[in-house]
């Protein structure tokens, strides 16, 4: 058992805000998506491990980054050898591991654009490498980029209390903090006072932004049945960002029930599907 292995959460891509590698991508690239996935969910177990020291975690994310490179972490080796063989540039799994280590040694974030930039290392480069495993045109990046960082921004909104109590990590600005009248402190609460309530429709206001950006991105898609998917979590991702405007993260539940995403999802799917079709 590796280290890695040692730390790992139990959790799955089943257990996810959102669809990874489902059966609407071809079946010849679910594998490569899926070896990034285990990759990405072994180092964020390490960087989110509740009782392992910062040492330990740099360490073990160092393991990992020798994987990609040579002899490390099997999960980073297996990577190393499905990029090799489908000439695909290891750079993304690099920058993922880039932000996991920045999970470690840094825990509060000064602005929006801080935030973003921490979202160009831990989320932009998961569908990047999704579109360079399907031949993808690069000039999607901008549009892949919106979405994945919309996606960051609502999994840290949905976990704000939880990744406050836990690891005393916190996402939210602190010029939102300050331009609402809330404080860190409020995310230890039961309940959302009125200003981190507004602290948190701020961002989510400023998600929704991201998802305007990323609206025209599915049907840019070259590859049917990847457009399908991106129109799914597009979807997902703008129905969890008015659960966020409405709702409380602290006292309510702001993720998706099975049935919930189900619907969304394949209503999603057709809509994209006779948008094709059109």
């Not at 490179?69 to 690099?94: F, K, N, S």
């Not at 010029?175 to 009125?194: M, Q, R, V, Y």
């Amino acid at each position: 058992m590796s280290g890695a292995d040692q730390l790992a959460s139990g959790k799955g891509s089943k257990d996810e805000n959102f669809p990874v590698a489902s059966r609407l991508v071809k079946p010849q690239y679910r594998a490569p998506i899926m070896a990034f996935y285990r990759f990405a969910r072994a180092a964020d177990d390490i960087s989110d491990h509740e009782t392992a020291s910062a040492d330990e975690k740099l360490h073990l994310l160092g393991e990992m980054r020798a994987g990609l490179d040579g002899e490390g972490a099997p999960q980073a080796m297996t990577l190393r050898d499905v990029m090799a063989a489908r000439g695909i540039d290891p750079v993304h799994a690099h920058d993922l591991l880039d932000a996991f280590e920045q999970d470690v040694t840094k825990i509060r974030y000064a602005d929006w654009d801080d935030l973003v930039a921490y979202c160009r290392k831990s989320a932009m480069p998961v569908g990047r490498f999704v579109l360079d495993v399907h031949g993808e045109d690069r000039a999607l990046w901008p549009a892949n980029d919106a979405l994945c960082a919309a996606l960051q921004v609502i999994n840290h909104l949905q976990d704000c209390a939880k990744d406050y109590r836990t690891l005393d990590r916190v996402y939210i600005p602190a010029e939102t903090f300050t331009a609402t009248g809330s404080k860190i402190e409020d995310l230890k609460a039961n309940h959302a006072t009125p200003q981190l309530r507004a602290a948190i429709v701020e961002l989510a206001s400023k998600t929704w932004v991201l998802l305007d950006m990323s609206a025209p991105f599915a049907k840019q898609i070259k590859d049917g049945r990847l457009s399908m998917e991106v129109a799914v979590i597009q979807r997902l991702a703008r129905d969890l960002v008015r659960r966020l405007q409405t709702r409380d993260p602290l006292s309510e539940r702001v993720h998706h029930g099975k049935w919930e995403a189900l619907f969304l999802s394949g209503s999603a799917a057709l809509g994209n599907l006779v948008r094709r079709a059109a």
